[in-house]
């Protein structure tokens, strides 16, 4: 075995390595999931004999595949500490996840949480936060965080919008100011906030639109990425004591050919990593699986690649099939603040009559932390209006949505990707829960 200290100072790149029956083996295994063997100790002296170790500074490195699927087991390694993936990264909208302190955040095992852009700059403003030591400082989570453009919030939120070459001119939905987002300034104001993934301006096409309206977004969208290149480079942004990541958006709307096209050139511009956007903007299911599977095989396997706002536990685990490492959703917590619980046999809505006298935790598979409260005293709460309801609501889901991609690693270090996917899936969508 590899000393601590060794460990400490050096990571493998990759421990893809075959024993004699041919399966892929992770580093190192903590504890497997329900009717999965663990890696015995032979295994993993394999691995350590062929693996190949490379300084802390690499920023991401494949440790296993699936098999059966495009399924990745990857290690993101960021300014403020390392990121397992496939990951589920909770929503902090405002810099904060809803009704959730940070200390919860780490119980619950986050490793990664997001931020608004859009929202951070126009209340308290960018400037504030970098003065209380950026996002970091200013909320005190000091684990890895991403920051998105703000593109899609002008999109979706703002009044008045209006595109054009420079930036996407708009009234904002808090006073109806007349401001101007530019890749440039969006670009600024992630690097004050000081996140360790900063995503790049871009378009966020509507659905249904036209072919030629989804290239002409593309091309604009290509333009503003190659500005926010120069920025990035001429700048250098910092995030903590490291450098700041930076990923594209691929867009392209439900056109496969266009969805090669902006995968094709944001590689050649070579970021840190790739994200699917313009997806869950009102598409059918079958078109959101689509646009993954147009754009991910023409994006570099040694890279993570990110799928924008999404979404339900089964469509997670259909996008890690096709080769996703990262999610993120406001669902498990909106959800949850109008009564709904995630559990193995589908949604829960406490707040129905059936649930008054349930003595049952919420879900066999509950944190610690929730699972001595009946569903019973967590309707009560909902009908009584208190905000632990929310908060207990909340804390469950999110703790479903990481347990799930958590699941998802565990069976891809064995090879059993496929199998857990399917099991899981089954169960869930053959739920009888009021």
Known sequence: MVSKQGVMKFRPITCIVANSCGRSLPVIRRHSPPGYRAVCDSDLAMWAIAAIWLPLTVSFSLLSTDPASSARFGRLVLAHG???????????????????????????????????????????GHELIREMGGLHGFTTWQKPMLTDSGGFQVWSLAKLRKITEEGVHFQNHLDG??????????????????????MLFDECPPYPCEEAYAAKSLALTTRWARRC??????????????????????QGSVFAELREQSAR???????????????????PEAEMFRAIENAVPFLPPDKPRYAMGLGSPPQILEMIARGVDM????????????????????????????????????????????????????????????????????FHNLHFYLRLVAGAREAIAIGAFSDYKDSFIRRYNQSENP
């Open 327 to 394: 999610f993120d959703c406001v669902m498990p917590t909106r959800v949850a603040r109008h009564g709904v619980a995630f559990t193995l046999d589908g949604p829960l809505h406490i707040k129905n009559l059936i649930y008054a006298k349930d003595a049952r935790p919420l879900c066999e598979s509950s944190h610690p932390h929730v699972a001595g409260f009946s569903r019973s005293y967590i309707r009560h709460l909902f009908r009584a209006g208190e905000i632990l309801a929310l908060r207990l609501l909340s």
């Open 265 to 283: 050139e944001l590689v050649e511009l070579d970021f840190d990593g790739y994200a699917i956007g313009g997806v869950s903007v009102g598409e």
């Open 82 to 124: 390392a990121v397992d993936t496939p990951i589920f990264m909770p929503v902090g909208t405002q810099g904060s996840v809803k009704t959730l302190h940070p200390a919860e955040l780490e119980l619950l095992g986050a490793q990664i949480i997001l931020g608004n852009t859009y929202h951070l700059w126009l209340r308290p």
């Open 177 to 198: 100011m007349r401001m101007l987002l530019t890749p440039e300034l969006s670009m600024e104001i992630q690097a004050a906030l000081g996140s360790d993934i900063a």
């Open 229 to 250: 290149k120069d920025w990035v480079s001429a700048n250098e942004p910092r995030s903590g004591d490291g450098r700041q990541l930076h990923f594209g958006i691929v």
